[in-house]
């Protein structure tokens, strides 16, 4: 081919534009990622951090966040293909794969609730829970909920729901209560039982607590990056680029003290309250490889199953074998 004077001109420029560009041909080709979240929830701190430090660039994807108002709207925008990703639980995650979906789950956070007192509550244990008003958040069949009930059926013979007043409420709502007084206990979700925890209360019993004595070897993922394994498939490059994004804030998070500084605003926390919801982030970051998750979660699933039934589960009797994504080979 014979270059013009003008294309021997543009090619020194062309040059100097890519190598300029942020990542190359990357730069050029983000791959769009479509991610749905709660619109106060706390996978927002995470992606505020991702898109401020340019992970998501840096990483070849352009993420596009779209806020809801709850989970059931992400769930259907996620069903209805409006958009790519979602943050929910691995247990709807097998449900829908029982029922013939092709969703599946990268980890996102170990972090789980816990039932709260006062610190000067006389309730030092599981067993002394029996005949109290306890709140409970999430409803009848959160998991949280179910692991305590079935740990507490075991270890102590007690049937939590018939042995208790149970309010179920939403979780501003039954820390409000409880800090007024009006609950002797209340299991809430983490970063609420987090707050609580700034303001005068203590973690009588975690689900995570109740998981480990129920067989689990390690903390499990609650929540993971929940998408279809075709757009996985048709789309490597973008699911990789979330998983990689991501992992980058959370490492960011664990370590830099500033950067909770910065995210105060949005996690609408200051001092102390802020300080036990960046420890109890940390402690929930997964580490672990993800087909040790995998094991674990199939075990609690049997355990879940025996209580909560098909309202919860569905009629799948285990866990839907590609739950968890492992397409990173973590």
Request: hydrophobic share 45%; with cysteine.
């Amino acid at each position: 081919m014979t270059l013009s004077r003008r294309n021997f001109i543009r090619l020194p420029m062309l040059a100097a534009l890519v190598a300029a560009a942020p990542d190359g041909a990357n730069a050029v080709a983000a791959a769009k990622v479509r991610i749905g979240v709660l619109k106060f929830g706390t996978v927002s701190w995470e992606l505020d951090t991702l898109k401020q430090h340019q992970f998501d660039s840096s990483n070849g994807i352009e993420l596009d966040v779209a806020s809801f108002a709850g989970e059931d709207a992400t769930n259907v925008a996620l069903l209805a293909g409006n958009v790519d990703v979602i943050v929910t639980d691995w247990l709807w995650v097998s449900r829908m794969r029982s029922q013939g979906s092709d969703l599946t789950l990268a980890p996102y956070s170990t972090a789980v609730g816990a039932i709260m007192v006062k610190a000067d509550s006389p309730i030092d244990g599981i067993a002394e829970l029996a005949g109290k008003k306890i709140g409970v958040a999430g409803g009848p069949l959160d998991k949280s909920w179910l692991l305590i009930q079935a740990l507490a059926k075991r270890d102590h013979g007690i049937d939590l729901p018939t042995a208790n007043d149970i309010v179920f409420g939403a979780p501003p709502l039954l820390s409000e209560k409880a800090m007024q007084g009006e609950l002797d206990a209340v299991l809430n979700f983490w970063h609420f039982c987090a707050r609580l925890e700034a303001n005068g209360f203590r973690r009588l019993v975690g689900a995570n607590d109740a998981a480990n004595a129920l067989g689990a070897s390690g903390p499990v993922s609650a929540l993971g990056y929940v998408f279809h394994e075709k757009w996985a498939v048709e789309d490597p490059s973008g699911v990789a680029g979330l998983v990689k994004a991501s992992a980058q804030a959370k490492d960011l998070l664990a370590k830099s003290d500033e950067e909770w500084l910065r995210l105060a605003p949005i996690v609408r926390a200051e001092g102390k309250e802020l300080e036990k919801l960046r420890d109890r982030y940390r402690e929930g970051i997964p580490r672990r490889p993800v087909a040790e998750e995998e094991a674990d979660a199939a075990k609690l699933y049997r355990v879940l199953a025996s209580i909560g039934g098909e309202k919860l589960v569905g009629s799948g009797t285990d866990m839907a074998p590609g739950t968890y994504w492992t397409g990173l080979g973590r």
